[in-house]
């Protein structure tokens, strides 16, 4: 009769944690991943610093086009030897001169086009820290709903094994049980607690992480996270090797350096070419009447072409053919990358799918089949018991695959560039 009682009430105990406790109460509050990323654009010193110096490569645009300061001089000519009496020169030996000197064959032009693709290599910058900073951003907000999870899942499995703890004193006490049996339950308990500690501190190392990339206190409160359980991506390698030629920034980089130096390479065969000086002379400036003008034109002579602009035109097409081969290079690097990460995606797909659709239900009906057993008296509760665990580490790691699916998935939006969801 007392036996009957025990397994009663173990039954009833097990039928509220393992029937109605398959759903985990979060808080009212939760944490929204788009909020934090938004908060990161606007406030992210790395963000921030990339885009300061996007702007201030868009302000050496208009100096690179610009000519270079003129000269503007004073001469006084003849003055009597051995004397400091400038007032004795003649009129027309006092003399005001403007120079300019005068890039030719489009140089400016050239020095401009150069500036505007740099300014568009540090636009490229600014995108790429902007990415990396979310990726940082989700992979932690991920991390840290996985350790909500766990700690969720531990402290159902410790509500199970407390419950049962108190039902084993009671049939140890009457002889029902051996000690050893309560020894092993009180041992997981034990273990649990320990492990529910050490999550809890992992959980405020993992919150000061995301604090900082937000750019907050380091030890601001944050509410729970929530990530839904939707699988909404569809491989489709074309489309994705598209999208990572045309939006990856690093890629993007790679292509404007290209580009700059093909620039470079026109300026350094402009070197052959000379460049001018000119330079006109007021006389007679404190005369009180205008004198006579002087005009000077002077040109640049690459005469030790050689030595020096020869090889600056073979330095040029090294730089080329150096930044082209970079290009490709690292084309094939974010192809790569982003086959392993469809991969890896694809992977966690069938992971998530086999939980959720398969041993999960499997369990389920499992341990129903098991409670059913142990109330009709044939069943045991360290059996009962070892399923429910199984059941709990199968939920944990239907979780992790999630995370996982969810954490690949960022690091592919972070190679491609783009959002693919």
């Not at 885009?51 to 003055?79: C, D, H, M, V, Y």
């Not at 944050?222 to 569809?234: K, R, V, Y």
Request: charged share 25%; hydrophobic share 40%.
């Amino acid at each position: 009769m007392l036996k009957n009682i025990f397994k009663k009430a173990l039954a009833l105990i097990l039928v509220s944690v393992c029937i109605f406790n398959n759903g985990f109460a979060y808080s009212k509050d939760l944490l929204s991943l788009d909020s934090l990323i938004e908060e990161a654009r606007k406030n992210n010193p790395d963000i921030l610093a990339g885009k300061k110096r996007w702007e201030a490569s868009k302000a050496r645009i208009p100096q690179a086009k610009s000519l270079e300061n003129p000269s503007l001089g004073f001469t006084l000519e003849k003055i009597p030897r051995g004397t400091l009496k400038l007032n004795k020169t003649m009129p027309d030996d006092r003399m005001l001169s403007f120079s300019q000197f005068l890039p030719l064959f489009g140089k400016l032009s050239l020095k401009g086009k150069i500036a505007v693709v740099e300014s568009q290599m540090f636009a490229a910058d600014y995108k790429n820290t902007e990415l990396e900073i979310i990726n940082q951003i989700k992979n932690t907000y991920y991390d840290l709903f996985m350790n909500y999870k766990e700690i969720e899942l531990k402290k159902e499995s410790l509500e199970l094994l407390e419950s049962i703890a108190k039902v084993a004193e009671t049939k140890y006490a009457v002889g029902d049980i051996a000690q050893e049996e309560v020894y092993k339950i009180h041992s997981e308990i034990a273990s649990l607690n320990n492990d529910i500690v050490n999550l809890k501190e992992e959980r405020l190392a993992k919150q000061t992480r995301l604090n900082t990339l937000l750019n907050r206190e380091p030890e601001s409160s944050l509410a729970s996270p929530d990530l839904g359980e939707e699988i909404t991506f569809q491989k489709d390698m074309k489309s994705l090797y598209q999208s990572t030629l045309l939006n990856q920034p690093e890629l993007i980089m790679f292509s404007y350096a290209v580009e700059k130096n093909k620039y470079a390479k026109s300026l350094a065969k402009r070197s052959f070419f000379p460049d001018l000086m000119a330079s006109i002379v007021q006389r007679g400036i404190t005369s009180g009447t205008i004198g006579p003008w002087d005009l000077m034109l002077s040109f640049s002579l690459p005469l030790w072409f050689w030595t020096k602009q020869r090889y600056e035109v073979k330095e040029a097409i090294a730089n080329l053919e150096e930044a082209e081969a970079a290009y490709k290079a690292m084309q094939n690097r974010a192809f790569s990358e982003v086959k392993d990460l469809a991969t890896k995606i694809e992977i966690a797909k069938n992971k998530i799918r086999l939980y959720k659709t398969s041993l999960i239900p499997i369990l389920e009906s499992s341990i129903e089949s098991s409670i059913a057993a142990f109330r009709s008296g044939s069943g045991d509760f360290m059996m009962l018991l070892d399923a429910h665990r199984m059941l709990v580490e199968t939920r944990m790691n239907y979780y992790k695959a999630l995370v996982e699916y969810n954490m690949n998935l960022a690091d592919l939006e972070r190679t491609v560039g783009v959002n693919l969801k």
